[in-house]
């Protein structure tokens, strides 16, 4: 390993002393911050240090890194929630002939379900946004057979409302053949989507 080379002192410099000769003292002169002349208008009267090129290589590396990790973050342009999907299915009743259910979700036809003798089951997938209650209208019609072999004809026209139904099945049902709406297949499971019957939709008339 070799050895540091010796510091060359700063030349001496006589100082005058208290009975009019000189001494001998010695000093170090330290090196000082590069100064850039100042601007016109600035006011200071000074210049601003100027900073090192090894610095400013440092700031510009954090400040890409940073943008970096900001977009990295940042959700793709227009991405919003995940929608929440979920399953409406009808079955025939044992006493229906036929069942027609077209089924709107905020005012938008989503799907119609329809069950008869040969084709007694019918299912909707439904996609609807995540985080907020919707409302759902049932229009159609329902055609039962009595005891005595007559056929009627019920129109089916309610609204209801819809919420935390993300993967639920949610099943048609009516009470009476007057009152149409919809609820989750399994309504004991803590995770059951919540239902509510509204009363009365805006059909203009049953689908015959």
Known sequence: ???AP?????PRKRWPNRSG???ASWYVVRPRARVAPSRPGTGTGRGTVQPSTRSLRHWRAVALALAIGLFAAAPPAGAGPKDHRFRITDTLGPDQVEELIAVGIDGRTVG????????PVAEL???VPAGRTVRYELCGFLVVETPEGDR????IN???TIADADGRELKAFNQNSEVFYLQDGAPQDA???KTAIVGTGQCAQPVA
């Not at 010796?6 to 700063?10: I, L, M, N, S």
Request: charged share 25%; aromatic share 0%.
């Open 6 to 10: 010796r510091a060359t002192p700063h």
């Open 158 to 160: 309610h609204t209801g």
């Open 112 to 119: 119609v379900l329809h069950v008869t003798k040969d084709d």
């Open 152 to 155: 009627r004809q019920h129109p």
């Open 21 to 23: 000769g000189h001494r």
């Open 125 to 127: 997938q439904v996609k």
């Open 191 to 193: 995770e059951a989507a």
């Open 1 to 3: 390993m070799g050895t």
